[in-house]
């Protein structure tokens, strides 16, 4: 060792290559760490030259990702939308057995919702048209979302809930939309959302799949009217003035309601009562402001009011389409919210026989 310092010593020239060579690595490993994204570090770009509105309808791919768990929208949703072609394997690959159906239409559609409130989940893919995709495109620039085009606002390290919204899409026009946005979600995702859903619906409706993840996604139901075909309430109790029995069928936008129950007054009943249009207004609006989940037989919480509360009480809502009778679960309590039996009983005072 010593005599390798003399050396050193007695040769500086080796010694300044052995200074410059550390220093490099330090310099190297200090920009290592540069480059690695850091737990925190907050990245945002904007491009001014993104086209913040675009008119045409010609889509030819979109995919939009939202995760998030607030007051607007809880759990994942994923939509693709891709337009054919024999040269791309992979999207052959992923259309499966739709690949013929997929190539007459021109479009193939993947969905898929998960919602952890509700614990459901669907996964959905159809063939689409070229009305479809026009109507989408329509329906995208109307939500207003175009004008984030460009948008780069990321956040290094956050768990995926704490907000995650990307987007992009590609039009004939050359045209796209472009942008990534986490630790929050922007109303216009939201909005974009809500605009496609009905949509969305309509085409798993002809599939006959099944929709409730949609509607659970956001707690908000899209013409409902047109969706809802049954709401049924009952309880069955020792006490006459605790005993009730509600129906209210919707058949294009015409409402019949059934019911009986007893207060003070007296027994008050209707049965198959033809309703005025707003009355059905009013029943739909008391509904709708409890923004419920919907839940099969099967599922089950232990603070899950509306299921749990006794065992003679029953509340069911039958949607167009699906067999199966959902429990409205309770995912948001605020001052809007209005209590369905008393509505009902409303009701059946006014239109009792």
């Not at 001014?48 to 045409?56: N, T, V, Y």
Request: glycine share 4%.
């Amino acid at each position: 060792m010593e005599k390798i310092l003399n050396m050193l010593v007695s040769n500086p020239v080796i010694l300044i290559v052995i200074s410059l060579v550390g220093l490099a690595l330090l310099l190297f490993s200090a920009k290592r760490k540069e480059d690695i994204d850091m737990p925190g570090k907050h990245h945002r770009s904007y491009n001014p030259k993104a086209p913040k509105d675009i008119s045409s309808s010609e889509l030819t791919y979109f995919s939009m990702h939202i995760i998030g768990e607030s007051e607007t929208v809880s759990g994942n949703v994923e939509i693709v939308l891709d337009a054919y072609t024999d040269k791309d394997e992979y999207l052959l690959k992923k259309a499966k057995d739709r690949i013929a159906e997929f190539e007459k239409l021109g479009y193939m559609l993947w969905l898929t919702v998960a919602n952890d409130l509700s614990e459901d989940y669907v996964r959905f893919e159809a063939a689409v048209d070229k009305a479809f995709v026009r109507e989408f495109a329509q329906q995208i620039r109307k939500s207003g979302v175009m004008k984030l085009n460009g948008t780069y606002d990321w956040v290094d390290g956050l768990p995926e809930n704490a907000g995650h919204f990307t987007l992009a899409a590609r039009y004939q026009t050359k045209e796209k939309i472009g942008l990534s946005i986490n630790a929050y979600i922007p109303n216009q995702a939201v909005r974009l959302f809500e605009h496609l859903k009905p949509l969305l619906i309509s085409k798993m409706r002809e599939n006959n799949a099944n929709y409730i993840p949609l509607l659970n996604y956001n707690k908000i139901i899209a013409n409902p009217k047109r969706l809802i075909r049954l709401i049924s309430i009952s309880q069955s109790h020792p006490r006459p003035l605790n005993t009730f029995n509600f129906n209210l069928e919707i058949e294009d936008d015409r409402a019949y309601l059934s019911g009986d129950f007893t207060d003070y007054d007296g027994s008050h009943s209707c049965k198959s009562v033809e309703i005025d249009p707003a009355d059905l207004e009013i029943i739909i609006t008391a509904f709708l402001s409890n923004k419920y989940v919907f839940v099969p037989d099967s599922f089950q919480k232990e603070d899950n009011i509306a299921i749990l509360e006794d065992c003679t009480f029953s509340y069911y809502v039958f949607f167009q389409g699906i067999s199966e009778g959902y429990r409205p679960y309770y995912g948001t309590f605020d001052e809007s919210a209005q209590d369905m039996i008393d509505i009902f009983k409303q009701a059946v005072k006014k239109y009792r026989h």
